[in-house]
């Protein structure tokens, strides 16, 4: 899909191009954890085929890339939440544009449990009273009579923000929640702990197990996968995001659209996500 479809949050009115932040060689990508994996595949990928051009990919959270791409640090923010209007309203004072959102890919968050775990799915109320502390023991949803280990994510997270929205509606997370600092430290403490839980990017579930979700007691657990994430039908199904401050141009424009391609869209499946559209 090339850029010419892709959603503008508002008609672009800064005059200038935006220049890259590293160098007209160098396109700097920055952001979300969730996408860091799938965003270095992008780069090596695409840097192979085009000698000369220069992708540079850091991760430190959605937030970061968020503050970067204002702060006019990076040429791509990926993030794996929509940005905020506050965040849009510093972007238009900037860059007199509300910014550009592209769809880059779809993830089912995922809720992560030991491999040796017996529950083997949640309903999402009963995964909202585990995160505010309402449901403190595996007892209390089918399990062993041990207390919940609980894990997650630190607060410049996007997916620690879509958790928080989505799953507890607002809420605050429990006080004793472990907050680690990315998704594979999540998977590597919930992979060595048997009565732990986590969250986070679908492509990171290895060495631990996904539980399926319930939308409520009576409905079937679904896990995610193609089918349920592409429809929707994963109660966690949600957009991969970048953001540009101004419309792309040049090789920006042109590595863009190479991620949007059937070529870009197969490396976010290979990597454990699914094609945007």
Same mark, same amino acid.
């Given at each position: ?13 800064? @005059?200038? =191009? ?13 952001? !979300? ?13 695409? #840097? ?13 959270? +959605?937030?970061?890339?968020?503050? @970067? ?26 860059? @007199? ?12 968050? +995922? ?9 083997? @799915? ?62 594979? $430290? ?15 990017? #679908? =492509? ?20 995610? !996968? ?6 929707? +039908? ?33 490396? $976010? ?9």
């Amino acid at each position: 899909m090339k850029l010419s479809k892709l959603k503008f949050l508002l008609p672009l009115a800064a @005059a200038a =191009a935006f220049m890259g932040a590293a160098g007209n060689n160098t396109i700097t990508v920055k952001g !979300s954890d969730t996408m860091v994996i799938m965003a270095q595949r992008w780069a090596e990928a695409y #840097m192979a085929k085009h000698p000369g051009e220069v992708i540079q990919v850091t991760g430190g959270g +959605s937030g970061t890339g968020i503050s @970067a791409l204002i702060n006019g640090t990076t040429d791509i923010c990926n993030a794996s939440r929509p940005m905020k209007s506050g965040e849009r309203a510093k972007l238009q004072e900037r860059y @007199a544009t509300l910014g550009v959102e592209i769809k880059a890919a779809k993830d089912g968050l +995922s809720v992560y449990v030991n491999e040796a775990s017996p529950v083997k @799915a949640l309903t999402v109320d009963q995964l909202r009273d585990i995160y505010l502390g309402k449901i403190t023991n595996w007892n209390e949803v089918g399990g062993p009579d041990k207390k919940i280990i609980v894990y997650g994510r630190e607060n410049n997270s996007g997916t620690y923000a879509f958790f928080k929205d989505h799953v507890l509606k607002g809420k605050d997370y429990v006080a004793n929640m472990q907050s680690m600092p990315g998704t594979a $430290a999540v998977v590597n403490a919930v992979s060595k702990d048997v009565n732990g839980i986590g969250y986070g990017g #679908m =492509a990171y579930a290895k060495g631990i197990r996904i539980l399926g979700l319930k939308k409520d007691a009576s409905s079937a657990a679904i896990e995610p !996968s193609a089918a349920t994430v592409g429809n929707d +039908s994963y109660p966690l199904s949600r957009f991969l995001y970048m953001y540009t401050a101004t419309r792309p141009t040049g090789a920006t424009k042109k590595y863009i659209d190479w991620i949007l391609s059937p070529e870009g869209q197969a490396i $976010a499946t290979q990597v454990g996500y699914f094609p945007a559209r």
